[in-house]
């Protein structure tokens, strides 16, 4: 499991400016961030390093974080990768909350996903899928 | 237990004989004493030598707050200024100030009826009172102070503000008892949570004692369970005397009146008319014993009924129920009547919803729009739009089953609505009028 860091952010203009100036004067690096909007609010999803204690400083500053677990994992970085993967979900039952994914080198991708309920980590390993450690991915 | 066992605890007959000759000299300081009492009582056609039993009071005409302001500012004083040992406003938010005086003797009873409260927590001359009440013009500050004084208490005069000092004093100084605003109360427990302590279990403090602005029944809850202290809701209004008019016993089903000193009726605010024990309708105050500013059936527009059941505790004096609401503060939304307290009473049955809410009313198209912003609480999972879609859909619907109207939720960042260090600002009325 991938620790994520999960903001909540009201959608209005310079929000996520002052995330992001906050996280940065922190000294602390991202690398990856997704958003998910809707009309009233957002919910920025972003991996950096030393999530918790970059949770614990944004909520001391105002913010509302949090830390979240979800699964990453490694796909070939070609046509079917991440159908592949999904179809696998799909036949073990897991329900997938939200995904996102980014490229990992020339020959891999990673694909995140938020999935409701225990055991994917083992399913996937069983079934052959090489699961992304935290340490692939940001600094502990 | 009690501050004044023998006036507490009083049989009704010997007490209701009291308020009966404190009622005739009362009317007769109002009438002989002040020009406007004259007038109405002889625009009504009665004297107060017409008054033979306390229900008679009913035929005694009304005064309001807009009398107050008319005679503002000694208009309404019923003793010369030398006798005046302090004077107290309301603070003219919504209009012209009120000033109400007080003699040597009114601020004695008044210390006195604060001080039943503190015995109510189980305060006494070995305890620590700490005011966190502004002291100033508003009542509750000194009002608070006389109370502790009174009992003999160590009072620590620290007014509002400056919350980390407030945190400080609780924590160095063994403070027993806290009196505030209750949404001050919970700006200061959390404030001390933030800064590391856990104050239920580190604090020596029992009691609270909170009044001046409304609280549902689980933000008091809220308040006791983070302090780790007994609630004492406390009533009264700066034009009667300020706090101390009634106040919460232990057994927590309502504010004993400090009946020896006011005379409480519950009225249809429609039609003016006296309603039984039991029944909701206006508060209406006679006090019984001020000698600068007497008041003969004031109408103080909050909403609440009388408890005349005998109370465990032993006092005789009857209750008011929890304030349902004030009528000013009454908001009229697409016809329909709604109370903050009405609001505030649907969050708080959401867990995953902070106590801090803001209304915000606009016209923006021919009808009115309620925007209510919430927090989420820090354990609340925020990770997922599908969740906080669901509590906000949750949210609105219970309202609208409650309210009768139509009410948008937005889900805002923490701080995003502003803590209150006196009377919280609940409601922003950005309507324009149109009519």
Known sequence: MISQLTVFLQNEKGKLSNLTRTIAENGTNMHAMFLADTQDFGIARIFCDEPEAVAQMLNASGFRASVTQVNAVYVPNEPGGLADLLDFCDQAGFNIEYGYCFK?????????????????????????????????IYAL | MYHQPDIETMPREELEQ???????????????????????????????????????????????????????????????????????????????????????????????????GIAMVGGTDESTLQVSYGYGLFTGGLGGHAGGEAVGCTVIPTSSGNTKRQVQFLADCGTDILACTPSYALFIADTAIEMGYD?????????????????????????????????????????????????????????????????CEILDPETGEVLPDGEWGELVIT????????????????????????????????????????????????????????????????????????????????????????????????????????????LEAELKSNLQVAVEVKLVEPKTIERSMGKAKRVIDNREVTA
């Open chain 2, 18 to 116: 009291l308020q009966l000759d404190r009622m005739k000299w009362s009317l007769r300081q109002a009438y002989d004493n002040i020009e406007f009492f004259k007038k109405s009582f002889d625009d009504a056609g009665v004297s107060p030598d017409d008054l033979e039993s306390l229900e008679d009071i009913a035929k005694f005409p009304f005064v309001v707050k807009q009398d107050m302001r008319d005679a503002y500012p000694f208009g309404l004083f019923a003793v010369p200024m030398k006798d005046v040992a302090r004077i107290h406003a309301s603070s003219g938010t919504t209009g012209q100030a009120t000033v109400v005086g007080h003699t040597k003797n009114d601020l004695k009873n008044w210390g006195d009826c604060f001080a039943r």
């Open chain 2, 199 to 263: 104050p239920a279990n580190d604090f020596k403090v029992s009691a609270v004692i909170c009044g001046a602005e409304p609280a549902s029944e689980n933000m008091r809850q809220e308040i006791a369970d983070k302090l780790g202290v007994q609630y004492c809701d406390v009533y009264g209004l700066s034009e009667i005397m300020g706090p101390g008019v009634a106040m919460e016993c232990a057994e927590r089903g309502g504010l004993h009146i400090a009946e020896d000193q006011f005379y």
């Open chain 1, 104 to 136: 990992a080198g020339e020959a891999e991708a990673i694909d995140v996903f938020k999935i409701d309920g225990d055991g994917i980590d083992a399913a996937l390993e069983e079934a052959g899928f090489r699961l992304a450690k935290p340490e692939d």
């Open chain 2, 287 to 394: 006090t019984l014993t001020r000698e600068c500013s007497p008041l003969i059936r004031y109408r103080t527009r909050d909403v609440t009924r009388i408890v005349s059941e005998p109370c465990a505790c032993g006092r005789t004096h009857r209750k008011i129920d929890r304030l349902r609401g004030r009528t000013d503060d009454m908001l009229i939304i697409r016809g329909v009547n709604v109370f903050p307290s009405q609001i505030e009473q649907v969050i708080t049955g959401f867990p995953e919803i902070a106590t801090q809410y803001q209304i915000i009313l606009t016209n923006k198209g021919p009808l009115d729009h309620v925007e209510l912003q919430v927090e989420t609480e820090p354990g609340f999972q925020i990770d997922e739009v599908r969740k906080l879609e669901d509590l906000k859909r949750r």
